[in-house]
């Protein structure tokens, strides 16, 4: 998983990639030109999306745009036929890295007559991408596998998006929940006690009493040899304050000694970004430090970035639930999407993350603010229900290493949002606008959890022809 600094240091973004090995698997598509190889995603039949193909909706009339980390290898895809030509891209940069073929890929299976685009997500600004995929590309669907650390206000993007649903209203935004389930993530009270850092006393967060276990002032993360450690931390005070809370972080190794360490206050957000270069696996200690206001009702979340969590993550020693969508999971509208086993009975994914997503702040266009957005305190936070839904990962998906087509499995919540833009192309298709989408696929969904709506599974596994058949009603 890649980190980027994206427009202000806090905006912090984490590109959720998908994995490797081998692959085979079912699903239809039009065989490949010049390899024999075909689009074969196991969603496409768990999901029933071929049914609507069979039905005669296969997207024509839509328009999706994918963004992503790169279609870096996308002519190789082009002349295999397993894209078509003539794909949009945002500001004909392609980018470095080829995850966006991969979705590209499997939103055409699933929707073979749909109109693509595509937007780097790292090269070009997160919100540009929404941007000119909504506005120059017209797109009706915009699905991404960008995730944004946990923050406590809304993005600048759902202001954005709400403006592209004004004027479209068959704009669907889907986005995925995210891998940092398996010790990736982590949020907490405050647990204020007295100690010492740096050889001065402080007031430090105890992790073990803020995760209900016993006091423990460190936590802690192994780094592999030659492995970079990037740690982003964000607490629940607004951007651009002079008033807030102000807090440091600090990387220690075995002896106490400091690694790196960050402070900061007006802007609640700090990165902790750490090389191990002692040949050897190396244990560091993460600690965090209030230095100036209460820590009533302070609350605090720790993101682990690439490289060492990349679906599988190098554990904190200390971790919860609650990044599912990340920053950008507190859109109203957004599908948020997880991941689940392709094989019955689709047990969710160990690394798909889980919610609810917590928001402190409700924010207020204001042009002569530094980020343009005025923020004000709720009176008590919002856990918003996300995921909204989860499809299966793990999928069979031709790779290109630009001269070579090999089949392979793509894995992580990355691989589960292409069926879900596949299903709302088809959908839209046979009629249905936003609101139609939306409430037919959350209603229609088979539940996999033990309540209406579940942490981790959302409103359950989708089914596309249920979502049909419900009329959007």
């Avoid at 685009?117 to 991404?144: E, Q, R, T, W």
């Avoid at 202001?159 to 990736?184: K, Y």
């Avoid at 070579?404 to 589960?416: D, E, H, I, P, R």
């Avoid at 969904?445 to 359950?460: I, K, N, S, T």
Wanted: net charge negative; glycine share 12%; hydrophobic share 40%.
């Amino acid at each position: 998983m890649r980190l980027q600094i994206i427009g202000t240091a806090a905006a912090l973004a984490l590109s959720a990639c998908g994995g490797g090995g081998g692959g085979g698997g079912g699903g239809t598509s039009n065989p490949a030109a010049q390899t024999g190889l075909v689009v074969t995603s196991e969603a496409d039949s768990i999901l029933h999306l071929d049914q609507l193909r069979a039905a005669g909706f296969r997207g024509d009339g839509v328009r999706v745009g994918v963004i992503s980390t790169g279609v870096v290898n996308l002519a190789s895809y082009q002349t295999a036929g397993l894209v078509p030509a003539g794909i949009y891209i945002t500001q004909n940069m392609p980018g470095t890295l080829d995850e966006g073929s991969w979705m590209l890929e499997l939103v055409h299976q699933h929707a073979p007559d749909a109109v693509l685009g595509f937007c780097d997500g790292i090269d070009v600004d997160f919100n540009a991408c929404i941007k000119d995929l909504g506005s120059n590309f017209h797109a009706d669907i915009i699905v991404d596998d960008i995730l944004f650390s946990g923050q406590f206000y809304p993005d600048a993007t759902a202001d954005t998006v709400a403006q592209l649903e004004a004027a479209n209203d068959r704009l669907v935004f889907i986005h995925l929940s995210g891998n940092e389930q398996q010790g990736g993530y982590w949020q907490g009270p405050f647990a204020a006690t007295s100690g010492s850092i740096a050889g001065s006393q402080a007031t430090l967060l105890d992790f073990g009493i803020a995760s209900g276990g016993a006091g423990d002032t460190f936590n802690s993360i192994t780094v592999p040899a030659a492995e970079r450690l990037r740690l982003i931390l964000n607490w629940n005070d607004p951007p651009h304050d002079p008033a807030n809370r102000a807090l440091s972080a600090y990387l220690l190794d075995a002896n106490s000694q400091v690694l790196t360490q960050a402070s900061s206050q007006s802007d609640p957000t700090l990165l902790l970004d750490y090389s191990n270069t002692t040949g050897a696996a190396q244990v560091v200690r993460l600690a965090v430090t209030l230095n100036s206001g209460s820590a009533q009702g302070l609350v605090v979340q720790v993101t682990e970035g690439s490289s060492t969590c990349n679906i599988e993550c190098q554990p904190l020693a200390y971790s919860s639930a609650g990044l599912a969508g990340g920053t950008i999971g507190d859109i109203p509208d957004a599908l948020v999407v997880g991941a689940t086993f392709a094989m019955s009975p689709h047990m969710l994914e160990t690394w798909s993350n889980r919610g609810p997503f917590r928001v402190d702040f409700q924010a207020t266009a204001d042009a002569a603010s530094p980020d343009g957005f005025d923020y004000t305190r709720l009176a008590a936070p919002l856990k918003i229900a996300k995921p909204d839904l989860v499809s299966p990962d793990c999928v069979t998906t031709p790779f290109s290493d630009g001269k070579t087509l090999v089949n392979n499995q793509f894995c992580g919540t990355s691989a589960a949002v292409p069926s879900i833009a596949g299903a709302a192309a088809l959908l839209e298709s046979a009629g249905f606008n936003r609101a139609q989408v939306l409430k037919s696929l959350r209603s229609t969904a088979v539940p996999l959890g033990a309540a209406a709506w579940d942490p981790g599974y959302g409103f359950g596994l989708a089914d596309a022809l249920a979502a049909l058949h419900s009329g959007g009603n």
